[in-house]
């Protein structure tokens, strides 16, 4: 942002953007900032709201200045589906960093083991079935489930047509949809047998990182970002990890969905007289064709601005990821891509989802239409 900022105040003579950055815990950050919003004084002109939090803030009288009109500006060129989880009563709040496209990442080394071409995946059943071959043939099982974070039970209930809420910000978290995402990973673990819970929990922990260097998993479905934690953390897995869809439910069904993210927001406790700063800035910064480059050449994100996909910088083969052109292959997804809603009670959805309902199915064995029915029961009686 900084460099942005740079670049801003060089084009744009009328305007000064001064960014006086500070970090915080998670937890903290959006504590104090939800206490400031609040009570009225405290809180940032511009803030950076993850997207398990942001619902928080939509609730009631939002805190927040609209940014539909910056968006319009840009809106026939982004992937639409990237503006859902930020906006409230048609109004969106938040700009993200990425787009989050949900993929599915191979070891081609151990597929190769295993006798699978991995192009031959196309539907769940196929992968069911090539990971019955990994397990036969190999040391390593075909995937791993998160037992405390939300991704790997999330994915593919939004690829399903689920989630936790509906486009009319109905909860839908014990939806049939749900149900049978939920029911396809119970059945990976414990009747197919070829995925285990996650070292570590979960997908960001030292251990999963190890394990997974150390060619412990054939797969694993996480977001496009994920890309920068092989480069990062794994890098026994230099060029042997190719990128593809999820699995389909069905063949006129979603390959895509998104996951995690963070909105860029400005509150309203900045002065009337510098909204239009901040307002351009962030259209500039965020939105912009070079600024979506930008988010891929300096942060390794999937940019959510269709036409920049065609650039040079997007199209290059990547040698880490079997020297394919991996952002090429992202854009294939996008008439396949199901969006997230994210309605009020989205964070303690997403903590039922990663606290309780994850651990129960794959750890306790529960019934995941159960599992889901409980976890709707308790977000209801929230309100």
């Known amino acids: 942002m900084q460099a942005r900022a740079d670049e801003?105040?060089?084009?744009?003579?009328?305007?000064?953007?001064?960014?006086?950055?500070?970090?915080?815990?998670f937890e903290d950050m959006h504590d104090r900032l939800l206490v400031a919003l609040q009570s009225g004084a405290g809180a940032p002109d511009i803030v950076d709201i993850e997207i398990q939090r942001f619902a928080t803030f939509l609730r009631g009288e939002v805190p927040l200045h609209p940014l539909t009109d910056i968006i319009d500006n840009h809106r026939s060129e982004l992937v639409e589906e990237r503006?859902?989880?930020?906006?409230?009563?048609?109004?969106?709040y938040g700009i993200?960093?990425?787009?989050?496209?949900?993929?599915?990442?191979?070891?081609?080394?151990?597929?190769?083991?295993?006798?699978?071409?991995?192009?031959?995946?196309?539907?769940?059943?196929?992968y069911i079935a090539a990971g019955q071959q990994v397990v036969e043939n190999t040391d390593s099982w075909m995937a791993s489930i998160e037992t405390t974070d939300r991704f790997s039970v999330l994915g593919p209930m939004l690829q399903n047509g689920g989630g936790t809420y509906d486009e009319n910000n109905e909860l839908i978290l014990d939806s049939a949809e749900n149900i049978e995402a939920l029911q396809l990973i119970s059945d990976m673990v414990h009747e197919h047998e070829i995925a285990t819970a996650s070292a570590g929990g979960q997908h960001h922990s030292e251990a999963y990182y190890q394990a997974l260097n150390d060619g412990e998993y054939a797969s694993v479905w996480m977001p496009l970002w994920y890309v920068t934690r092989f480069k990062d953390f794994m890098p026994e897995t230099e060029g042997k990890i190719l990128i593809r869809p999820l699995p389909e439910f069905s063949s006129d069904?979603?390959?895509?969905?998104?996951?995690?993210?963070?909105?860029?927001?400005?509150?309203?406790?900045i002065d009337e007289d510098k909204l239009d700063a901040a307002k351009a800035f962030l259209e500039f910064a965020k939105l912009t064709y070079d600024a979506q480059v930008s988010l891929y050449t300096d942060l390794g994100f999937d940019p959510f601005r269709n036409d920049v996909y065609t650039d040079d910088a997007l199209t290059a083969p990547d040698p880490w990821f079997g020297n394919e052109p991996v952002m090429t292959n992202v854009q294939a997804m996008f008439d396949r891509l199901a969006p997230e809603f994210t309605g009020p009670r989205y964070p303690e959805s997403v903590l039922q989802l990663r606290d309780v309902v994850a651990y129960q199915v794959v750890e306790e064995g529960a019934d995941p239409a159960e599992a889901l029915r409980r976890a709707a029961d308790e977000i209801r009686s929230l309100d």
């Not at 105040?9 to 815990?25: C, H, K, P, V």
């Not at 599915?104 to 059943?125: F, H, P, Q, R």
């Open 253 to 269: 069904g979603f390959i895509s969905t998104m996951g995690g993210g963070t909105g860029t927001a400005i509150t309203q406790q």
């Open 96 to 126: 993200d960093y990425h787009l989050g496209a949900w993929v599915m990442y191979y070891n081609s080394e151990i597929l190769g083991e295993a006798g699978v071409d991995v192009d031959s995946i196309v539907t769940w059943d196929d």
């Open 83 to 92: 503006t859902a989880p930020y906006r409230a009563d048609g109004v969106e």
């Open 8 to 25: 801003f105040n060089e084009q744009n003579d009328e305007y000064n953007i001064i960014l006086n950055a500070s970090t915080a815990d």
